[in-house]
Nanobody, 124 residues
Framework: QVQLLESRGGLVQPGDSLTLSCIVSGRTSSTPTMGWFRQAPGKEREFVAGIRWNQGSYFYADSVRGRFTISRDKAKNTLYLQMNSLHPEGTAVYCC?????????????????WGQGAQVTVSS
């Protein structure tokens, strides 16, 4: 059973940076890909970034490419999402997820395990 424990989000100003973390336990080869999704108020959940846990290859949504960085520390079993130059449109609940999907951008429907979610609010 995979368990995902996220760090708290926070309230930041536009242009600020924030890093989320997600401690992963129980991960097996059946979940080779980890990722981050977000859901803004009144909107559907959307993919943000993903990473192949073993290989380290990564992929991003167009809306965050160049500003967000996904990474993992295998020794600490921790997934990270570094978010720079945050926009007010980045206000959302951010969730880490684990999936058996081994293609490119993974759909939310493919994710078997989810973190509890972290509220990130970008506002002046």
């Amino acid at each position: 059973q995979v368990q995902l424990l996220e760090s708290r989000g926070g309230l930041v100003q536009p242009g600020d940076s924030l890093t989320l973390s997600c401690i992963v336990s129980g991960r097996t080869s059946s979940t080779p890909t980890m990722g981050w999704f977000r859901q803004a108020p009144g909107k559907e959940r959307e993919f943000v970034a993903g990473i192949r846990w073993n290989q380290g290859s990564y992929f991003y949504a167009d809306s965050v490419r160049g500003r967000f960085t996904i990474s993992r520390d295998k020794a600490k079993n921790t997934l990270y999402l570094q978010m720079n130059s945050l926009h007010p449109e980045g206000t959302a609940v951010y969730c880490c997820a684990a999936t058996p999907f081994a293609g490119g951008v993974m759909p939310a429907s493919s994710c078997d395990y989810w973190g509890q979610g972290a509220q990130v609010t970008v506002s002046s």
